[in-house]
């Protein structure tokens, strides 16, 4: 299995909803990681985990809060999210020897209205 | 001045003809080089990596880096229509580690 899965496909939600992004992988990779998107733009990374523990935020906003509660999954929790938070949240994962590259999902394209 | 810097194109070709795409960086310390492929509206789709300097081929995909340049290039042979996409060169400075991207490239195969 050499796919990282994505669920759901598109979501929309209000500024005041809770709603949760997931992501699978099982190639044994023990770093994933979440990316951001936004249209005619290349992804900018929010959080990175190895082995589990989360080890990279790039400075993202409280109201995105990831979560991964075993090696093959991977979660972002979205909460009070703006218009502006509109975007295509991909999912990545590579092995910590990184000798294969990077496998992305297809992603989630949310949209807050 | 962006990490890595890629022309946002469009580039149009023929059908049948080398489509040749580079990046520029200025990080000495990337050591870790991709080429994704990105469909509109889909997730990044890993076309070829490489560690270090060199040429690597894989079917009508050759990628290319020169490190001493900071140069890495992708070269695709007998172009198709469903070649058409944006071209995203990435790189890392460690195995595992963050991606930095290029703003990609929008390619266009004509039939």
């Known amino acids: ?113 | 001045q962006k990490e890595v810097e890629q022309d946002p194109g469009p580039l149009s070709v023929p059908e049948g003809a080398i489509v040749s795409l580079n990046c520029t960086y200025s990080n000495s310390a990337f050591q870790y080089f991709m080429w994704y492929r990105q469909y509109s509206r889909k997730g990044p789709e890993l076309l070829m990596y490489t560690y270090s300097s060199g040429n690597k081929e894989d079917g009508r995909f050759t990628a290319q880096v020169d490190k001493s340049s900071k140069y890495i290039s992708l070269f695709i042979r007998d172009s198709q229509p469903s070649d058409s996409a944006t071209y995203l060169c990435a790189m890392s400075k460690a195995a595992g580690n963050k991606l930095t991207f290029g703003g990609g490239t929008r390619v266009l195969v004509k039939p």
Request: net charge positive; aromatic share 10%.
């Open chain 1, 1 to 113: 299995d050499t796919e990282v899965t994505q669920t759901p496909k598109h979501l929309v939600m209000g500024m005041t909803n809770k709603k949760s992004l997931k992501c699978e992988q099982h190639m044994g990779h023990r770093a994933m990681y979440w990316y951001k998107q936004k249209a005619k733009k290349p992804p900018e990374l929010m959080f990175v985990y190895s082995y589990e523990k989360l080890s990279i935020n790039e400075s993202v906003p409280s109201r995105f809060s990831p979560e991964c509660p075993n090696s093959s999954l991977l979660n972002l929790h979205l909460h009070a999210l703006q218009p502006e938070d509109s975007a295509l949240y991909l999912c990545a994962s590579s092995s910590q020897g990184g000798r294969y590259g990077y496998t992305f999902g297809s992603g989630t394209r949310l949209t807050v209205v």
